[in-house]
């Protein structure tokens, strides 16, 4: 029988939401899967601790490259972002170039380019996003997205500098949370463009209620390994990018 595939997945320490919501969608498409992980210590989301962070990717990517895994992704989005325009082109360059020194094949991507990826699969050329970061590094993210060609016309951030206290934040806060944000002539929503806090659970109905398009960067990340892997990007619930049509078929109308 033909062993699963393995998903690889280079992940912040204190990161507990990528390692249940990438699992959760993917045990949900179909094919079979195992999933495995490396980790970078960080406990606080400041710019001097994602630099820090992002110093672990090549030692990272070689322990997921001794699984022989078929895809691997770095598993933050600020990461990459707080570091300036088109950063995760770099990162990921450099990891793809540390796995094929080590003999993998393994298809290698990051979570901050599956968003502008995503955002581009869905058409939307100007959107609203959450996020749990301080003020400097939520306009860190939001200039880096603008800097893609997306527009942001309206966010909001909660300032929580705790990585943990991030992952343990409710996802049905972000219904009530909807609230306040801004969505009229938005293409699309990113209910959680961070990776730590949790949205899943939330996504199916904010697009219900919404009638636009919702996403998160783990569904773009989930959207970015299904293709990579030659697979149906579908998964039930989980926001249009992955074929949930919920509360669309009105606006189409």
């Known amino acids: 029988m033909k062993r699963p595939l393995r998903i690889g997945q280079i992940v912040p320490s204190s990161n507990v939401t990528m390692e249940t919501e990438i699992p959760a969608m993917l045990n949900a498409h179909g094919a079979r899967f195992t999933f495995h992980a490396s980790r970078m210590r960080m406990h ?85 996003l959450m996020a749990p970061y301080s003020d400097a590094l939520t306009q860190a993210v939001v200039k880096y997205i603008e800097a893609e060609g997306i527009e942001v016309k309206h966010f909001l951030n909660f300032r929580i ?8 934040r409710d996802p049905m806060l972000l219904l009530d949370d909807l609230k306040n944000l801004h969505t009229a002539g938005v293409d699309a929503v990113v209910l959680s463009v961070c990776v730590q806090m949790p949205s899943l659970a939330a996504i199916h109905e904010a697009q219900r209620r919404l009638g636009i398009p919702v996403t998160s960067t783990a569904i773009c990340t989930v959207r970015g390994m299904l293709d990579r892997l030659g697979l149906a990007p579908e998964v039930p619930g989980a926001g249009a990018l992955l074929g949930d049509r919920v509360g669309l078929e009105v606006a189409a109308k």
Not at 161 to 168: D, I, K, P, T
């Open 44 to 128: 606080k989301v400041t710019r001097e601790a994602l630099v820090a962070m992002n110093k672990e990717g090549l030692r990272c990517i070689a322990e997921l490259t001794d699984a022989q895994v078929d895809v691997a992704s770095t598993a933050c989005l600020v990461a990459h972002m707080a570091m300036g325009p088109g950063y995760h082109r770099t990162a990921q360059a450099e990891l793809e170039a540390e796995a094929r020194r080590l003999g993998s094949k393994a298809a290698v991507m990051t979570s901050s380019g599956a968003l502008v990826e995503g955002l581009r699969h869905l058409g939307a050329q100007r959107i609203a």
């Open 161 to 168: 500098e705790n990585n943990l206290a991030v992952g343990e």
